[in-house]
């Protein structure tokens, strides 16, 4: 890995301008709201690591120093202007699903780019704009970055830390400096232990390189020649939303409107109505079976076959979502005069006329949905297409050999791992903490730019998804990272950026937990002192 190349942001420096002044005030009030509570953080942890330190080892200079620990409280708020700085230039999300900052900037470098998913059908999609690496510009971003911590004083800070009982009686733990791809830390590294969501990671990874991050799912309508029969195409869009808002997702609504549209066109006013599902093979179950953490495995469904009106998190699930969602589409093609039977299962031929698509929004930004809450819809879906990109089948076995392949194709270390599934929800699916730092630093490589949502999809600790309501008196802003819960297993794999400006990745996995909470706060101590840490 080579430090970050500069020419491209000095380039389209008039736009990184306007959107640093768009977001100064909110970035300047942010650091006055969470300096207070960084220091608070570093007061509580200074005797903990104080008498970890005791313990193990002798003391290095920078714990003893009062001087040192003001300049850490003061480097930690550097780290939280720098960390939300990133977040801020990294969005928020337009209409279409891209980072309106990544948007104006690839305006002014004038670059177009990206695919759809699907045959050219009306109302296509235009590519979604390319945009260059989020962090491309970090080398530069901090006048006073050294070199990475040393490897001796990094172990001081984290070995007491990783000691904690509360993480159970198996651990793992990596931490590698981003800019290089060097691994700065390693405690059982290379020992694969339930994921649990951090399996999003490798999914995301795994997407991204087998279809590129401007990669779209769409949603078609065809028509039988000979039959007349309307048929809904699932294309495996776990986003497609039957709501009157869409919000940027593709609409059954919409897709009503074009098929009415089109059919009237034709003369047709009433029609047999089917469903296309033949994209996945096999049982719909996940091997967990039932469960309000993700709907049935189908290419067909809207608003991710959810009960009540939640967007993310558990909820109850519709039992056959490409029914129920093929009945709310003939509810809006009646709306538009045109009368359909019942809906049933079919299979579009190669013959069908195509009348109308809706498409999701890029792959990027699906991505950054599914690390950022933790969708598990999306992550089994991805895993699919990522199957379906190899040529391989749309099930378990399919994505266990798609997902290895591609990351095989970027040098992971994949020994010991197995994956069994997209969400992690799957007890059978084994990680290495040394894999998931290598997937983190290769989102973070220049040359991999394709890869950067994996990085900007991560959950913001204190303020975004799944760690919104953590590190509220601990490392708010400093730390990025996806979350891993199941019972038994606690897992945090993200980004730190350290007091010294170093981007750092790092991977703790711990089994045989029996405190969930307890375990959370373990590691979350831990990201709060790698953030914290000079460790020179």
Known sequence: MVVPELRPWR???PHVARIADAVRPGLSRAVGVVRPRVARAVAAARPRVARSARAMAPR??????????RYTAGAATAGLALAAGLVAVAGPWDSSGQRTAEADRAAALERTGGADHGPGTAGAPRPAPSAGAVLAGLGGAVGTVRTAPDEKALADVLDPLLADPALGTRRAASVVDVATGRRLYGRDAGRALVPASTTKIATAVAALSALGPGHRLTTRTVLEPDTGELVLVGGGDPTLTAREDADGLASLRTLADRTAAALKKRGVREATLSYDTTLYPGSQKHPIGVNDNLAPLTPLMADEARTDDSTSGPAPRL???????????????AD????TTAPGPSKATDRARPLAAV?????????????????NDIAEALARQTALAAGERADSDGVATAVAAQL??????????AFH???????ADRITAGLLTHLLAAAGDPARPGLRPVLTGLPVAGFTGTLASRYTDGAAGLVRAKTG??????????TVVDQDGRLLAFAFLASDTTDPAAAQSALDRTATALAACGCR
Do not use: C, Q
């Open 11 to 13: 380039a389209a420096g």
């Open 60 to 69: 290095p200079a920078w714990i003893t120093g009062p001087r040192t620990w």
């Open 319 to 333: 039992s056959d979502p490409a029914a129920d969602a093929t009945r709310a589409f003939a509810g809006f093609l």
């Open 336 to 339: 538009h005069g045109i009368r």
């Open 359 to 375: 498409s999701s929004p890029p792959l990027a930004a699906l991505v950054e949905r599914m690390l950022t809450h933790s969708d």
């Open 408 to 417: 095989r194709k970027l040098g992971a270390p994949l020994a010991g791992s």
């Open 421 to 427: 599934d997209g969400s992690g929800l799957n007890r």
């Open 485 to 494: 819960t199941l019972t038994g297993v606690n897992a945090l794999a993200g």
